[in-house]
Each structure stands twice: as C-alpha cells, then as structure tokens.
C-alpha cells in the first residue's frame, strides 16, 4: 500500500470539509452553560479526583495529571511533573556529562528515552539540545527544557498502545494537552505569575515571568489564547571528574602499579551557567455551529544556555609516562594505594619529575576552561486542527502542520598549563572524589606551554512536516458500537553541521593572559559536595570573561569536519483501522493494526563506507486493549500491542569525537527501528473520589534494542593537526532483549485536608544477545542491563489543603542505571533521589502567594564506568528556590 497524504493535500481536503460543512449547517444558538467544557479545577484533591476519573474510565492504560497538579508543584518543564507518574522517570542528562540541573528526557517503563514518544496536542514537536554530545547524538526524544509547565492543560501518559496512537513509542507515549479558548467559563479570564528563582550553589537570583490571557466571545464560537513566558535562571555544579584513565605499563617501576587503571588527569570542576527560557503559545478555536471546529495554533520557545565548564586536574602524565610523552617513567614518591586494579592514591613529587627530564618541560597543573558563549536551542511549530461531525455517526478529523528546531554552540577548549612546583597526585575519597594534592597549586605559573585551544561548532536542524485524517463511525452492532480509521504522513529532515576551530596568529601567547584575568576558586566553590577537592588551597582560575574574549578574538569556524556531518531524510506513511468494543456492559475496549512504511535517505560519514545510504521497513503494529468491571469500583485492565521506535539520528550516522583521549561514538547506517512486543495487566481498585490503589505487571520482548560493539577505527584528528590515527569507537548494533516489572500505586485522602501517594515500579531489562566486543559479551565483568534501566523506582508524596493554603512534599527515587557508551566502555549514574515542597497562600479568591523549593536533598550524582572502582565524575547540582505570586483574573 502506498499512501499519497501529503501535508497540502490534507490542508485542502480541510477546506472542502469546512466549506461543506459550513453549507450545509444552520447557525447554532448559543450553547448552554451546561455544554461548556471547564478545564479550570480550583485545588489538589479536585484535580487528582479528576485525573483518576479520566484513569478510570480510559479504554487503555494511561496515566493523568491536570494543569492544577502542575500548579501545586515545584514543577519548572513538563518533564518535572512527569517525573512523580508511575513507571515514568526522567534524566537531566545524556551520556557520560552529569546532571545539569534540570529535567531535561522522560523514560518510560525501564526503557531508554528514544522509545518514549512525545507528542504535544497529538503532533511531534522538534527540540534539540545546547549541549554540543548530545547535539551530536541527534536524539529523537523531546527536550523537556523548551517546554514550561505553564503550557499543560492536562498530559496523557499512555503506557499501552493502541492503532490511532501515531507510532514511535515502541515503551509508551506522552501527549501534552495544551488549554484550549473556548473551554474557559469566562468571556475574558487571565493568569499572570511572577517569581523570584534563587539559586543556592550560584547565589544568583533571577526573574522569572509567565502570563496566560484567554478571551471568547458571548456566543462561544470564537476564542484567542495567548501565552508568554520568561524564565531565568543561573546554575552552579560543583565536581570531581576522572578525565583521563589508562594503564600503567607493564614494566612500571613500582610493580603493584604495574597494569593497573590510573587517572592521569584528576580534576575539580566547577560548572556555570547562564540559563534563560523564552516564548510563547498562541490559539485561535473557531467553532461556527455544533458540526464544525477549527484550532490553529503556534509555538515558540527558545533556551539560551551559556555555559563554562573549569576543570582543574592534577597531571601526572609524565611520570607514569602516559601516550605521546617521552617513555621514561619512575615511580611515585612514598607508597601508592591500589585497590584491585585501580590506583586510588598517589603522588610524585619535584624529584620524581627530574627523573624524566626535569622541571623544564613539566607541569603539575593543567587548567581547561570548556567555553560555550552562545549554547542555544529552540523549537516552534504552526499546526491547524479541524473536526466535522459529518451526521450523528460519521465524525473526521484532521491535522496538518509544520515543527521545526535545533540547537547550536561553539565549544572550545581553553587550556593552561602551570609550570612545576612541587608535586601533583590524587587520592580517591570514599564517595569517589578525586582529593588533589597539588602543593602551590593556588598560583598559575607561566612555563613556556602556551595557550592551548580547540574545539568546533556544532549545529543541527531538525524539521517535520506532518499530515492525519481520522475518522470515526458508529456502527449498528452493540458488540463493536464504532470503528476509527485513519491515516498519517511525515516528512522529517534532520541535519548536523560540525565547523572545526582554527585560531588566529597569537593565540596561544601566554603574554595574552593579564594579571587580571587571573583569579582563585571562590570560597566553599565545593558546595554540599561531602569532600573539598582542593583541601587546604584555592585553586587558580581563568576568568571566563577572558576565555570569552580570547574566543571572540582568535577564534574562527570555518572548515568542515565532515567525518561527523550527516543529512538524513526520513519519510513515514501510516494507516489504521480500529474497532471499539463493547462485548458486555461491564467489558469494554478496542482492537486494531496499524500499518506503517518508513523510508530512510542517509547522506553521512562512515570510515571505508559509502557517501549515502537508503533503507526501508515496513511495520504491522497489531494492538489490543480490553477494560472490565470486575466489581463495584474495581477495574481489570489487559493491554497486549506491538510498538516500534527508531533509532536516534545520531545512531544512524555522525561520530562524537574525543580528540585528546582518542575515542568516541560511532554511527551505524544499517540499524533498523526497535520493535517492541508488550503485555499489560493491572487491576485498579476506586475505593473513594480522590483514593484508588492498582496493582500492575507488565513485560516486553524486544528486537533491534541498541547495544554497543567497540572497534578500532582511523579519524583525523583535529587535536593534531588532522593526522589520520585509530580511535577507540564504541558504534550501535541491533540486539535482542526483554523487559519484566510490575508497577503499585496508592493515592488516599486521609480527611481533613490531608493526603498521600505513593507508587513502585519494578523493572528488569536484559540485554539478550551477547556481542564479542561488547559490554555484554559473557565475560565475568559483562554487564547486561538495557540502557536507562533502573531496577527500583519510587514516588513518595504527603499533601494539605484547606481555603486559604495548600502544601505538597514530593520524594522521587531511582536506583543506579546505565547512561551511556564510549570507548567500549559503559558508563552508569549512582542511585539518587530529589525532594521537592510547594506552599501556596491564597491571599483571596484572585491572588495567590507562592513558594517552592526543588532539589533540597541535593544528591551526589556519581557517574562511573563498567568498573566502578573508575570514576568518570561527582556531583552536586545545588538547591533552588522559588517565591511569587500568582494572579487571576
């Protein structure tokens, strides 16, 4: 089958249904209050009564949460209020970088980001990323941080899948219902909210802004929303980062060193950020009689992320002779501490240095500042819905639109090397903290070394332009009471471009470097991380205000770095039929395939390969979902559907490079998408309007799930030179695995005002298939878990509200997970938790007090490899607090 629903015929076949409809209806009166839609609900336990009704009665699993459960939280994205929903996490990180602070991908079910789908009123929204890796790796998953809480009406969590769910959330789908003009009560009504956000690590506080303006008109046929949101805010993350591991040689002088894993680079980092989102929404509903209703609507939100990243590392490269020195090496000074295979404490002091050829040419200190002045990432879309009731049983829909967005930055290294003084090492604390022992470390001596610098810019576009036509038919049979039926098409481009750097005549003179420019760690620059890094000093720091300007002034964009570019052009054409069932009065449900071809133009960079590639797959998605009463207000639910993902365009092709270390990520052309075979079965019992527990199990077998093999391949190297060397590539591979869990919920009003909820989610994924150069390759070190998975994952929450105030405590948890590959190595994030409070006064009827605190636990986010004894870096992201008011109107 071949579909022709292109994105202009769509639009045309609109206008006919409009214009037919409009001709053949009669203008309709007035409707009563009664046939109003109200979305507004006015406290905590109305919204959660309401979000468990729209749970209860839902054909297929879901989960909901209303914009009033957005309006007692802390919540700052949508991923912030996904985060408390049973079985759904989140992640404020991509690979192996640590938490930026903010909720940025939202996991469903144990299973990795790029098998949730994300769809805003029902159509994919294009995101991309400010941060240069993940640009790189050109995920399909949405990115939370261009997407303010304000935005939510309601969200629709669909954790089994049915045939009139576009495809593409092989775990689960998100749909994010915006407010919509006329479902508001009043001809004009309004929102405005202005907070204070304050930043504990940073000790910055900035504005933030939000305002909603709704008006219709007497007769509700015609509405305008608009909204506009301005939110700043300054972030600060404290760390410990093991930059660089490898091996002693085999012959090193000090045998139980010999072999063994050492950090040649151990560094303290600080990171500092400038974040501000900006945009807004706008809605236009048109509904001329009760036969036909139009919505047009527009997006556009922008993050500009500036950012520095300080990393001061110990360097005792040279003695251990790490690559490209002079091969001597000596052994430390007093006695090493080893445990297993990894050296946790060493040192080496002047004498050990003159050993390779003394001070001159030696450095303890090397001091990167990762510069990125204009990190940026935005998204917008223009989408046009349309509905006629043709007849009491004949009803169409329609969509026709276009989303588009990116991300770019410049991302350069500033490097300074101090000149020896007296000694460089490193001890690893227990809570895997690299403690520096630098002595004169505080002051950056000129030696000779120059300035270093390198780096690119790094830019992705992706767009879509999208097309549907549903339909629904009631049918005479009490059996199968309607059919829906339908069909979809996309066109989807997604491009990245990587410039490399070169710097101008000059820029590596350390004369460039003013006294000025030259200044210290602040005081407690540590944060809550449980270990000061740096005891005993304050290590020398280069103004970001300098790099910034050296940045400017030397550094050009100009040459493409075509190893790591790709063009991919993706088309999609999909159709579904899906009978609604009806076998008893207490059973109810539907069943449905839906069909899909996916078309794949590849323009990238592969060593050895060709310029292009094309490939297609065609995919059956049969679904079938079945509700029953099983007694009074308990409810059994059976959910067995086949889903499908793609994979990430940056899995398709590109490679992230690390010039300096020699490895990265790879790319393969020939993946095919991850098909995913799913079971659901849950019972749900509504105990009271704002109580209900559910017990649930759930399971996925699942074929082309991502793992990583790990090759030699030949790169330039743009670090040096362009010379053509082996890089240590980690590349996705198509695999086999399963998923197993079950999921318990309680939600109870406890009376007076008081309530609690609390949810688990249990989830084993396993890699099934093992690989000869992979992580899980029947080794005794393999480590078979499914990217993203974390076994244990819990919401704890406590609730009150009366007339004049509201307050909500909320714990999320989650055990350790796997993040990420490169270099053949896994890299994992430690268990952690975040608690969160909301008080909210209201002052009267219009105004309304706020306060909010995120992240009061702070947790200390680890991220180590396969061998945990290697730690790739710790954590403290701080504390952030919020105080305003809120006023209706």
Not at 440 to 462: E, H, L, N, P, R
Request: with cysteine.
């Amino acid at each position: 089958m071949k579909l022709q629903l292109t994105p202009v015929a769509t639009a045309a076949a609109l206008l006919v249904l409009s214009t037919s409809a409009l001709s053949q209806a009669t203008p309709a009166a007035a409707p009563a209050a009664s046939d109003v839609q109200t979305i507004e609900v006015t406290g905590i336990r109305a919204s959660m009564q309401k979000s468990l009704q729209a749970k209860r009665n839902a054909e297929s699993l879901v989960e909901v949460i209303t914009a009033e459960d957005v309006g007692k939280m802390p919540d700052k994205n949508v991923a912030d209020s996904l985060q408390r929903v049973p079985g759904v996490t989140t992640t404020s990180a991509g690979s192996a970088e640590g938490s930026f602070g903010e909720n940025e991908h939202v996991q469903m079910r144990g299973l990795s980001s790029q098998l949730t789908l994300t769809t805003l009123n029902g159509h994919l929204v294009s995101t991309g990323d400010w941060y240069g890796p993940n640009i790189a790796a050109g995920g399909r998953s949405v990115t939370f941080t261009l997407l303010p809480s304000d935005l939510i009406g309601r969200v629709v969590v669909h954790k089994s899948s049915q045939a009139d769910l576009p495809e593409g959330g092989a775990a689960g789908t998100v749909d994010i219902e915006t407010r919509h003009p006329l479902d508001f009560k009043a001809p004009f009504s309004g929102v405005v909210s202005v907070e204070a956000a304050y930043s504990a690590a940073a000790r910055k506080t900035d504005p933030s802004v939000s305002a909603l303006l709704n008006w219709k008109n007497d007769d509700n046929t015609f509405g305008l929303l608009g909204q506009v949101f301005s939110q700043a805010r300054h972030l600060q993350r404290a760390g410990s980062e093991g930059v660089w591991w490898d091996k002693t040689p085999a012959t090193y002088p000090n045998a139980a060193m010999a072999g063994k894993n050492i950090s040649l680079l151990s560094g303290a980092v600080l990171f500092e950020q400038e974040r501000k989102r900006e945009g807004g929404y706008v809605e236009a509903q048109f509904k001329p009689n009760n036969q036909l209703m139009f919505n047009l609507s527009g997006f556009y939100s922008t993050v500009k992320a500036k950012n520095f990243n300080t990393n001061y590392m110990a360097d005792v490269i040279n003695p251990v002779n790490g690559p490209g020195w002079n091969g001597k090496a000596v052994g430390p000074t007093g006695t090493p501490v080893v445990s297993g295979n990894t050296v946790t404490s060493v040192f080496y002091d002047k004498n050990a240095f003159d050993a390779v050829g003394g001070s001159a040419g030696a450095w303890s200190v090397v001091e990167d500042v990762a510069a990125r002045p204009d990190a940026k990432t935005d998204s917008k879309f223009l989408n046009l819905d349309g509905k006629w009731v043709i007849n009491d049983d004949l009803t169409l829909t329609g969509k026709v639109g276009r989303t588009s967005g990116g991300g770019r930055t410049k991302d350069v290294g500033f490097e300074v090397l101090s000149a020896w003084n007296n000694g460089a090492g490193y001890t690893l604390s227990p809570e895997g903290i690299f403690i520096l022992n630098v002595p004169g470390g505080d002051k950056f001596v000129k030696g000779g070394a120059g300035i270093g610098g390198w780096g690119g810019y790094t830019s992705s576009t992706d767009s879509e332009t999208y097309a549907q036509v549903d339909g629904t038919l009631k049918l005479t049979s009490d059996l199968t009471p309607s059919v829906k039926f339908g069909a979809r098409s996309t066109q989807h481009r997604r491009t990245l471009t990587k410039l490399g750097m070169t710097l101008g005549a000059g820029a590596s003179d350390e004369a460039n470097i003013p006294d000025s420019a030259v200044g210290n760690f602040a005081a407690g620059w540590y944060g809550n991380l449980p270990v000061n890094p740096t005891p005993g000093f304050l290590p020398f720091k280069i103004s970001k205000e300098f790099v910034e300007q050296w940045v400017a002034k030397y550094a050009t964009f100009t040459t493409h770095a075509t190893q790591q570019e790709f063009d991919i052009k993706e088309k999609t054409n999909a159709a579904y039929a899906m009978v609604n069932l009806q076998p008893t009065d207490a059973v109810s449900g539907n069943v449905g395939v839906r069909l899909v071809r996916t078309s794949e133009d590849i323009a990238a960079f592969l060593p050895g390969g060709v310029p292009s590639y094309q490939q297609s797959f065609t995919d059956v998605l049969p679904s079938l979902n079945l509700r029953a009463d099983l007694a009074k207000d308990l409810v059994g639910r059976l959910a067995l559907n086949r889903g499908m993902s793609r994979p990430d365009f940056g899995q398709l092709a590109g490679n992230d490079l690390r010039d300096t270390q020699k490895n990265g990520v790879g790319s393969n052309p020939y993946l095919t998408p991850i098909r995913s075979n799913n079971f659901d079965v849950s019972a749900e019992y509504y105990y009271a309007p704002k109580s209900a527990v559910s017990v649930g199990a759930f399971a996925s077998q699942l074929n082309g799930v991502i793992a990583y093999g790990h090759s030699m391949l030949p790169y330039a190297n743009q670090a040096n030179g362009g010379k053509i060397e082996l890089y240590d590539v980690s590349s996705p591979v198509n695999t086999k695995g399963r998923m197993t869990g079950i999921e318990l919920m309680l939600q109870h009003a406890l009376g007076a005002g008081f309530g609690v909820e609390a949810n688990y989610t249990h989830a084993n994924g396993k890699q099934t298939t093992q690989l000869a150069t992979g992580t899980c390759n029947g080794s005794a070190t393999q480590d078979c878990s499914l990217y993203g998975t974390s076994k244990d994952v819990y919401n704890l929450g406590a609730y009150y509200e009366d007339e004049r105030m509201s307050a909500r405590l909320a714990y999320s948890h989650r055990s350790t997970y796997k993040l990420g590959n490169r270099g053949g190595k896994d890299y994992f994030q430690s268990a952690n938790g975040q608690l969160n409070f909301a008080f909210n006064y209201n002052v009267n009827d219009k105004v309304t007090l706020t306060f909010e605190a995120q992240n009061l636990t702070d947790p200390l986010l680890t991220v180590f490899q396969t061998d945990q004894t290697q730690i790739a870096g710790v954590y403290k992201a701080g504390k952030m607090y919020f105080a305003g008011a809120r006023v209706k109107f």
